[in-house]
């Protein structure tokens, strides 16, 4: 009763404040500070604690409560997914937040009047284009759209590292490695905030796991904590200067992230320099009090016992008001820098045309060829029998706040056919039936369908089907998909590992097409790491497309047709078996029973948890190249349709001094036009400490070299790129000793080595 009293008397002082005549002190960016002066406790309150989250046609008490006088106040942009508070008397607007990774995410079950945003590629085919001007023009797309439709703040990039296939978020992230995960981030971040609009990097850190997220315990140790699962962030943050950084849901060490004081005020804010506002992610951590004392500056998207706590703690002083003054001012300094609060006249009419245009160049540069076995490119005059549920209702991303509402999406059917291919009409008959068929038990759409996606069950093909098929076509194209999303992991059964029908299928195309000597094809089209060891040999093409966008039809026909000659690599490893994964043994964590007095969310429902990285520093490829287990595809693999040599390595010195240049020349020696993805890996000295055999510390990719054309690529290294981590020290360390330069086309394909020297031990300050 007195919490509610609290609670009733503290909305009544809104209404007076709100009553209130205009103050002659209006914010403006050269007056936070005196403006911070003017605020009461109760406005500074609200200014750190969201407005809460509203979803239009959400059924009611599906979401925590908001305050009843902010369900007063519409939101600017309805189902978007938060917004701060305003304080009107001080000339202090709100600004909106909107999802995400791989386009502009809107939420509004009624449907009534749908905003259409551009469905880009997921984060892991950005990735895979590894060309960071490719990946800027992704953000550009995002902020121009987020501009155009009132948003201020556009909750990308995600990037935690990819620790275990079965991650279900891997569809948002970029690969197993921070390097080239924190490179792309900041390039994203770099094309959003080019455009005036503000991104939030996140999940800030160690968020790897989706299994009982909200309470999951990650124990590791500090080395791998730096070097693996902080070290993206770090490159982000000093080479794009986010404006806001999210912390994840998960505990590190026993402490949640959102209420760590070592993670964001240390190493955050004093080690690295990050100058911007830290949120929380939805619903996340315990104590708002104690988030805000580490420096987690706004609770997201609110609710009241949140207000009230940081009130109560602010009266009490257990909340310092210097603590609470900082997170204002960080609020505020975000403010000033919104489109809101600049004025700007958005349109509402983003140019989704053009964007869409980028966005399937981008699909293109960023998908894998795996295998080739003169199957690609396809003949123009080709007839292709077409199998898989995904060829005529492709998966353009994963659900969840990565999930987007296009106007349309390309599938591969209709994407061949705009590239001049013929279709062998019985199978595409036969595949329609069925999927519009099997759509029609699609439920009505909820709030919850974010987190519990409809499928399709892949169709069983008979053998019958593909005798016809064979007799009317000239190659068999066969899309295997997987759906992955927010709040799931996956599982190997029939995810990592093909379905049975899906066996069975390749197995008669494979036996039945080979018998008439046509090739058969095989498109990936999903969010993350499948095997692929006990099928691949029957097979004579496969192309990893990922999880293309709105376009991907048309991207993943652009590569077939050898329109595009592809170029993406592997930014992950592809294991033989998932248990050749360090990780596999204890993913996704121990499930402990709730303690007494605890509910189970019934929206969310959430065990303690705990998991420990007994991987440490080798993930990925760090682990599988020095231990020598074999793979698959490689950390780093792709093929083209042409050849390339690999020049000498030049280095303006073989002994290191502050920074290290080496220069190579890569050559196109095929007979059309392609893109390289040129490697620079680092082997150091063991000394101290231990190191993986090669560790990922430059990338570039070369322009669209023509037959014999070259092209000069220079990578520079730093001290940190020579650092190791020594907890022992509580410092970085680039030990003394021999390095070798290592540059090819992929972790294992290398091509040219040098080395280099270190005389002494230098700890980077």
Known sequence: MKKSLLIIGFACFNLMVSAQEKSTLQLNKSNVKQVIKALTLEEKVKLVVGMGMYIPGAPAGLLPPNDPEDDKIAPKIPGTSGRTHAVTRLGIPSITLSD????????????????????????????????????????????????????????????????????GRNFEYYSED??????????????????????????????????????????????????????????????????????????????????????????????????????????????????????????????????????NAAKKGSLSMTDLDASVERVLNLIVKSITFNKYNYSNKPDLTANAAVSRTIASEGMVLLKNDKALPL????????????????????????????????????????????LQQNTKSIYEDYVKYENTKRPVPSFMDVFNPFTIKEMPVKTEMITAAVAKSDVAIITISRLSGESKDRKVADDFNLTDTEKQTLQTLSESFHAQNKKVIVVINAGGVIEMESWSHLTDAILMAWQPGMEGGNAIADILSGKVNPSGKLTATFPIAYLDVPSSQNFPGKQFPLKEGEILDPVMPTYPAEITYDDDIYVGYRYFNTKKVKTAYEFGFGLSYTQFAYGDIKLNSTDFKDKITATISIKNTGKVAGKEVVQLYLTAPTGKLKKPAEELKGFAKTKLLQPNESQTISFTLTQSELASYDPTLSSWIAEAGKYTIKIGASSLDINQTKEFGLKKDRVLK
Do not use: C
């Open 379 to 422: 003949p123009k005059s080709s007839t292709i029998a077409l199998f898989g549920n995904a060829s005529y209702d492709i998966i353009a991303g994963g659900t969840g706040s990565g999930d987007v509402v296009k106007k349309y999406t390309i599938s591969l059917d209709e994407g061949l056919v705009n590239s001049g291919f013929k």
């Open 100 to 167: 995400g990774p791989a386009g502009i995410h809107f939420l509004d079950l009624t449907n009534a009047k749908p905003k259409y945003a551009t469905a880009i590629p997921i984060g892991t085919l950005l990735a895979s284009t590894w060309d960071t001007i490719m990946t800027q023009k992704a953000g550009e797309i995002l902020g121009r759209e987020a501009k155009e439709y009132g948003i201020d703040i556009v909750l990308t990039p995600a990037f935690n590292i990819q620790r275990n296939p079965l991650g």
């Open 178 to 311: 921070p390097f080239l995960s924190g490179t792309i981030a900041a390039a994203v971040t770099n094309g959003i905030q080019k455009q005036g609009i503000g991104v939030s990097v996140k999940h800030f850190a160690a968020n790897n796991t989706e299994t009982n997220r909200m309470k999951l315990n990650t124990i590791v140790s500090e080395r791998a904590l730096r070097e693996i699962y902080l070290k993206g962030f770090e490159i982000a943050v000093k080479k794009s200067n986010p404006w806001t950084l999210m912390t994840s849901y998960n505990l590190i060490n026993g402490i949640y992230t959102s209420e760590s004081k070592d993670l964001i005020t240390n190493i955050l804010r004093k080690e690295w320099g990050f100058r911007g506002l830290v949120m929380s992610d939805w619903f996340a951590g315990q104590n708002a009090a104690l988030s805000l004392s580490a420096g987690n500056d706004l609770q997201m998207p609110g609710r009241p016992d949140q207000t009230q706590t940081i009130f």
